[in-house]
């Protein structure tokens, strides 16, 4: 059974960084693309970023090229978000997400598992 659990979500202030972990087992690894998304109280939930399978493509919301890094360990079954210059709008909380796929998937409705989340709150 394929299971996601990220970690490193936290309170900052504005201008801060945050590095995300997600932690993947369950075999199906090395052949997932991966994405990072968002979801705000009241929002719906929002595509943040996506990888390869070998972690030679990716892709970014608007919002976020630039600030955020998207990147994978394959031999430690680990996909990571570092997020820097973090704004009051980037308050979320991020779930990370693994497809059977060689390209990044920016739908989150191919997507067919999901970490719980962590939460990531930006103070101005």
């Known amino acids: 059974q394929v299971q996601l659990v990220e970690s490193g979500g936290g309170l900052v202030q504005a201008g801060g960084s945050l590095r995300l972990s997600c932690s993947v087992s369950?075999?199906?690894?090395?052949?997932?693309?991966l994405g990072w998304f968002r979801q705000a109280p009241g929002e719906e939930r929002e595509f943040v970023a996506a990888?390869?399978?070998?972690?030679?493509?990716?892709f970014y919301a608007d919002s976020v090229k630039g600030r955020f890094t998207i990147s994978r360990d394959n031999a430690k079954n680990t996909a990571y978000l570092q997020m820097d210059s973090l704004k009051p709008e980037d308050t979320a909380v991020y779930y990370c997400?693994?497809?059977?796929?060689?390209?990044?998937?920016?739908?989150?409705?191919?997507?067919?598992?999901w970490g719980q989340g962590t939460q990531v709150t930006v103070s101005s």
């Open positions: 997400a693994a497809v059977l796929s060689i390209r990044p998937v920016v739908d989150h409705r191919m997507y067919d598992h």
């Open positions: 369950g075999g199906t690894f090395s052949r997932s693309a």
């Open positions: 990888i390869s399978r070998s972690g030679g493509s990716t």
